[in-house]
């Protein structure tokens, strides 16, 4: 009974560690890591909703092209928030962010870019322009991801 009682203690030990665990909390002056992510989870907000209505065929004209309005206003959001001073915990952003600024800076342009398409295609209401260019704008995100974002 002991030897089951230790046992049981001692895998009881980390589930109460645990919450003593939580992510690390940007307190720099503005939160500038918290406030890129916190842009980043506003427009996925948006984004995913998009491409499940897109996936299952429940394609929405007027939903969609709401969202992909939202997603146009709300890209600004991040990108000011990532000066020289910001890699810090709980970055998610990789060093190559600060190393190759022109890199990140052209994946930022294409995201604009896709993005502008996506709503022109979300206004014609064309669904057969619509697919490509939310695919674009995924494709967009994942190209800036591999490089720029930790995993």
């Given at each position: 009974m002991h ?22 909390e ?87 870019t ?6 022109a ?11 490509p260019?939310y695919?674009?704008v ?14």
């Amino acid at each position: 009974m002991h030897k089951i009682a230790r046992t049981a203690l001692l895998a009881l030990i980390p589930a109460l560690l645990l919450p003593a665990c939580g992510e690390v909390e940007d307190t720099r002056p503005g939160q500038p890591v918290k406030t890129r992510q916190d842009a980043f989870k506003e427009m996925l907000r948006v984004f995913e909703p998009m491409g499940l209505m897109l996936r299952e065929k429940r394609y929405e004209e007027d939903r969609f092209l709401r969202m992909a309005t939202v997603l146009v206003e709300k890209r600004e959001l991040p990108w000011a928030h990532f000066g020289p001073d910001t890699n810090y915990p709980p970055t998610k952003a990789t060093a190559k962010v600060w190393e190759e600024p022109a890199r990140f800076e052209e994946e930022r342009k294409r995201f604009f870019t896709t993005t502008d398409e996506l709503l022109a295609a979300a206004q014609s209401k064309d669904i057969k322009r619509i697919e490509p260019a939310y695919q674009a704008v995924y494709d967009s995100c994942k190209s800036c991801h591999n490089p720029f974002k930790a995993r």
